[in-house]
């Protein structure tokens, strides 16, 4: 069974960096696309940034220019670099591995996520 561990996550100013890790346990990532979610408080979870077995990125628009997704096959990680941040992008941050070409139907069970709070 795969487990995944999210972490990086923090208080930062608008305008700072942060970068996000997301560790595996139980399998090889290097099998699956990967993708960055996030969910704000009384919204749904949605899917920022996604990285193919291919490494081909693609992003929200939300996020495009200031996110940037990789993946690191042999340290059984992804991450997430996070630049320009906005208020906006407070959240409980979570990594999982998507299906197909959906934004909601994942193949992992979800790790305990990251919180990112972003405020002066």
């Known amino acids: 069974q795969v487990q995944l561990v999210e972490s990086g996550g923090g208080l930062v100013q608008p305008g700072g960096s942060l970068r996000l890790s997301c560790a595996a346990s139980g399998s090889r990532l290097s099998i699956y696309d990967l993708g960055w979610y996030r969910q704000a408080p009384g919204k749904q979870r949605e899917l920022v940034a996604r990285i193919t077995t291919d490494d081909i990125t693609s992003y929200s628009d939300s996020v495009k220019g200031r996110f940037t997704i990789s993946r690191d096959n042999a340290k059984n990680t992804v991450y997430l670099q996070m630049n320009s941040l906005k208020p906006e992008d407070t959240a409980v941050y979570y990594c999982?591995?998507?299906?197909?070409?959906?934004?909601?139907?994942?193949?992992?069970?979800w790790g305990p996520g990251t919180q990112v709070t972003v405020s002066s």
């Open positions: 999982n591995a998507p299906i197909g070409t959906s934004n909601t139907f994942v193949r992992l069970d």
